[in-house]
């Protein structure tokens, strides 16, 4: 690795692990955090880079000059190869978000970088980075506190795990694991993790 542009790690873990609140840890101690889904959000948000593309295919979906997620959810229920042109749509902005941030982050000197993307392993992410760090807690404390979220139910957060790779599968792949059952026990893992890539660079 050279040494101009910093080490990426991918952050990422399922519904309920903790992997926000370890995106904010990771902040916090001064490591700059690319977050996915807000990098759609930005596209997605007035005068934002999907917008037009968007109306493109689908003009009912713009609503005040932004993107209607909802809209876009209902047209993908009704057409098979509705998700599929989205994403052929904004894949590609995102990508240019991404590729903006690391070169921000090359140019301000910073050693390690995180991509925050929740479905890295699931649509190929991990080609996109150094290393790949999951979060997680056991099975049980997972369903506690999705189950706490207003609106959540078993059904729903069944649904959701069926679309995400299992647990097990994604510790296997990661090369660091971050256990999230506490805060304090999240804080040290990503201290220690900072500090063993940061001398890694060097």
């Not at 925050?116 to 807690?137: C, H, M, Q």
Request: glycine share 8%; proline share 6%.
């Amino acid at each position: 690795m050279s040494d101009d542009r910093p080490f990426v790690l991918g952050l990422t873990g399922s519904i309920g692990m903790g992997k926000s609140t370890t995106a904010g840890l990771f902040r916090a101690a001064g490591v700059p955090v690319w977050d996915a889904d807000a990098a759609v959000h930005r596209a997605y948000s007035a005068g934002g880079a999907a917008v037009e593309p968007i109306r493109a295919l689908c003009p009912d979906a713009i609503v005040d000059g932004a993107v209607d997620r909802a809209v876009l959810k209902a047209w993908i229920a009704e057409d098979p190869e509705a998700l599929s042109r989205i994403e052929a749509a904004v894949h590609p902005l995102v990508a240019e978000d991404r590729k903006a941030f690391l070169a921000d982050a090359a140019a301000a000197g910073a050693p390690v970088v995180v991509l925050d993307i929740p479905l890295l392993f699931e649509t190929g992410g991990a080609a996109l980075v150094d290393a790949v760090v999951v979060v997680s807690v056991p099975p049980e404390v997972q369903r506690a506190r999705v189950l706490a979220r207003p609106g959540m139910t078993e059904t729903h957060f069944d649904r959701i795990l069926a679309k995400q790779m299992p647990d097990a599968e994604k510790r296997r792949r990661a090369d660091y694991v971050i256990e999230t059952r506490t805060l304090d026990a999240a804080r040290a893992a990503v201290q220690e993790l900072i500090g063993k890539l940061t001398a890694r660079r060097g």
